[in-house]
């Protein structure tokens, strides 16, 4: 009986990583008021009921994947003392809910959806995340606590035990829901009615909420923002403002621009954090899963993130698990969008649904401009740093054992569950392969390249991935370079196919690969799709055919593997060949690496 189980932990583990960003001087942003979901770790017992038999199927008919416009389905809902009848419930996510294997899907339940007044300690709306490709169930909440530490207004976070109708439903990530009760509880009464709004992708796949200028048309908007608060005004004038000053200052002028309108504080360390994390299902990789409010108090963008679910390298967005180990510390999706073709068959992500169309383009601006500035750049580089400082793979590792000792008898009860219990018991020290799926949009057609590629089927242990993660971060950030996140491009014409050297100088080797190794380079196309193409596969299969236009580049992708005794040998491959020179055993480390192209090449260039 899952009832017997104990449900609450010290919450010792949580205190000292506080202390710990404390002491490392970051700020912190208001505390929300205590609240019995949250203060304590605990596995929450949530009981709904439904009147209905066909309760399922209801549901099931009002999903929607965006917060506005949600049909509710009355239920009673019972947790501890608390007992409310009737609440709103409704399915909910993107991935999460499609590609469920089981009917354990993600849930919202908004207690005030039809009796005003309902809520537990200022928190009306829960919602109950499923930890779809997560098999370890412990990236969502660490990240979570950790944001909050790091000063972010922060969705707090816990765990429940769902029954409905009597029957364990399975095991989920209880996450307070950011909306009107939320600016409440971590920006202040009095400083809860500005406008909010969501970033995500839009309903096709075809477009991401990268702050891109879409002109003066608010519709053109809200296929890629959802307006959570005021939305009875219709007001968009300041979020088509912000995008408009982002998209067309320039970076020479952008400080002075931003400063007196966004807290570039609160998006330097969401970005920093995502990357630490390799988080990519976020602004900088997928252009989705944040929120920003404008403060009424001093009329400042804020920033919010939300549904770290898959931080922690659970999507990949294309790259490796050794990419995303190695993940460069100013990476967007442009590192690797623009290595690829549009389209080109078999490279992730996938190209759009056949035809000619090409893919959409592929920038965040926000992320990129503000690098391009240098005040902002050292900033970061700062933030990041402090990060890291507190980022102890001991520490952090050791509160995800805790939490998953906590939930480790709800998995092993949790029929429905996502994952096997082997996978749970082997998330923390063993990658996990799980079987490839993605949404299907109603086009046929997959995510667009550069905007969401398929979903991860390698999902990283977290000890290796955690250590490696920081080992990278350290040799970067002391001014080596991840070498898996760099990309070398070799010019090829129609009139000069002839061998063209391109040299790219690595300024330091980082300290995870000074031992023996090699490097991998691989032919990822070039060029926009030449003619139609079949349609993308779900989630980032191939696209349009591979382009071969004269003055196209050709692109190589640079790894790092465990490999021979030297420390680079010599690679060759169809129409391609490459040299290096050096040795560990000399004390030395590369200064340059030749590669050259003879022609625009079709077939993987490997060695």
């Not at 991935?95 to 899907?105: G, I």
């Not at 075809?206 to 959802?226: H, K, N, R």
């Not at 770290?308 to 999706?333: C, H, K, M, N």
Request: aromatic share 10%; charged share 10%.
């Amino acid at each position: 009986d899952l009832h017997s189980f104990p449900t609450r932990r010290s919450s010792d583990l949580v205190s000292g990583l506080l202390f710990l960003l404390f002491a490392g001087g970051i700020a912190l942003a208001q505390t929300p008021p205590p609240n019995p979901l949250f203060d304590q770790d605990a596995v929450q017992h949530i009981s709904l009921t439904f009147q209905q038999a066909d309760w399922f199927q209801k549901l099931t008919n009002n999903y929607t994947p965006g917060d506005n416009g949600v049909t509710y389905v009355q239920a009673s809902f019972s947790w501890g003392s608390y007992q409310f009848a009737p609440v709103g419930v409704s399915f909910t996510g993107g991935n999460s809910y499609n590609d469920a294997a089981t009917d354990k899907v993600p849930f919202r339940i908004k207690l005030d959806a039809f009796i005003s007044g309902q809520q537990i300690s200022g928190v009306s709306t829960v919602v109950l995340n499923n930890a779809w490709d997560d098999p370890s169930f412990v990236r969502e909440k660490p990240y979570y606590e950790f944001a909050a530490a790091a000063g972010l207004p922060t969705p707090r976070s816990n765990f429940a035990a769902l029954y409905i109708n009597g029957e364990y439903w399975g095991l989920y990530v209880l996450d307070e829901a950011v909306d009107r009760n939320f600016l409440t509880n971590h920006f202040g009464s009095g400083n809860d009615t500005g406008n909010l709004y969501k970033g995500h992708i839009s309903v096709d796949g075809t477009q991401a909420a990268t702050f891109a200028y879409l002109g003066s048309d608010p519709t053109a908007y809200s296929a890629v923002w959802e307006k959570e608060t005021n939305a009875n005004a219709d007001d968009w004038t300041d979020l088509m403002a912000l995008c408009q000053l982002i998209d067309q200052t320039p970076a020479s002028s952008l400080k002075q621009a931003l400063d007196p309108v966004m807290d570039v504080t609160s998006v330097l360390t969401a970005l920093a954090l995502d990357n630490l994390t390799a988080n990519l299902d976020s602004y900088a990789g997928a252009g989705e899963n944040f929120y920003i409010y404008r403060d009424p108090k001093n009329n400042l963008w804020e920033w919010i993130p939300w549904n770290p679910a898959w931080a922690f390298g659970a999507y990949s967005d294309g790259l490796t698990v050794q990419q995303l180990r190695e993940l460069a510390i100013e990476w967007t999706v442009d590192s690797i969008a623009n290595a690829f073709s549009a389209g080109t068959t078999g490279a992730p992500p996938g190209g759009p649904p056949g035809g000619t169309t090409p893919a959409p383009p592929m920038t965040r601006p926000l992320a990129e401009k503000l690098w391009q500035v240098p005040e902002y750049a050292q900033q970061y580089r700062t933030i990041y740093q402090n990060l890291l400082n507190q980022f102890q793979p001991k520490s952090v590792l050791s509160r995800m054992a805790t939490l998953q000792t906590l939930i480790s008898p709800y998995v092993a009860q949790d029929t429905q569950d996502l994952v096997t219990q082997q996978q749970f018991n082997q998330s923390m020290t063993t990658d996990t392969a799980l079987s490839a799926s993605s949404t299907t949009f109603p086009t046929g057609g997959g995510f667009p390249g550069g905007i969401i590629g398929a979903a991860s089927t390698t999902i990283p242990g977290l000890q290796p991935f955690v250590s490696d993660r920081v080992l990278s971060l350290n040799a970067q950030l002391s001014g080596g370079t991840a070498l898996s996140s760099v990309m070398i491009s070799v010019a090829n014409t129609v009139n000069n196919p002839a061998v063209i050297p391109v040299t790219f100088v690595v300024t330091q080797v980082p300290s995870a690969v000074v031992s023996p190794a090699s490097l991998t380079f691989i032919s990822l196309g070039s060029g926009p799709p030449t003619g139609p193409g079949p349609g993308g596969g779900p989630g980032g299969g191939p696209g349009g055919g591979p382009g071969s236009l004269p003055g196209s580049s050709q692109t190589f992708q640079v790894t790092s593997t465990g490999g021979p005794a030297s420390f680079f040998t010599t690679i060759s491959a169809p129409n391609c060949s490459s040299a290096f020179s050096t040795n560990p055993s000399t004390g030395t480390t590369p200064t340059s690496i030749s590669v050259t192209a003879n022609t625009i090449l079709t077939s993987d260039c490997t060695g």
